[in-house]
């Protein structure tokens, strides 16, 4: 079965760096395009960028546009979040995503606090 786990979540200091990882197991990984989402206490679920299934092609929200590289090794079935200058308004629990056959699946989740 489809098996998505994220780690690299923590506390980080306002104009911080971390590196999210998703790894992916159950499925083809290769064959499909990735997503990350995050959603911060009290809100919902909100895109924050995608890779294509050959890492060549992403797209990111404007929010994020400029400072997050998302990426992929699809030889370790594994996404990546690079997320740099953080802000508060980064912070929240951030999910790896892929839209397989019609139906969407969801890791755990790993929490992202940004505090001084």
């Known amino acids: 079965q489809v098996q998505l786990v994220e780690s690299g979540g923590g506390l980080v200091q306002p104009g911080g760096s971390l590196r999210l990882s998703c790894a992916a197991s159950?499925?083809?990984?290769?064959?499909?395009?990735m997503k990350w989402y995050r959603q911060a206490p009290g809100k919902e679920r909100k895109w924050v960028a995608i890779?294509?299934?050959?890492?060549?092609?992403?797209n990111y929200a404007d929010s994020v546009q400029g400072r997050f590289i998302i990426s992929r090794d699809n030889a370790k079935n594994t996404v990546y979040l690079q997320m740099n200058s953080l802000m508060p308004e980064d912070a929240g629990v951030y999910y790896c995503?892929?839209?397989?056959?019609?139906?969407?699946?969801w890791g755990q989740g790993t929490q992202v606090t940004v505090s001084s």
């Open positions: 995503n892929i839209d397989r056959r019609g139906l969407d699946y």
């Open positions: 159950g499925f083809i990984f290769s064959a499909y395009g």
């Open positions: 890779v294509d299934s050959t890492g060549r092609r992403k």
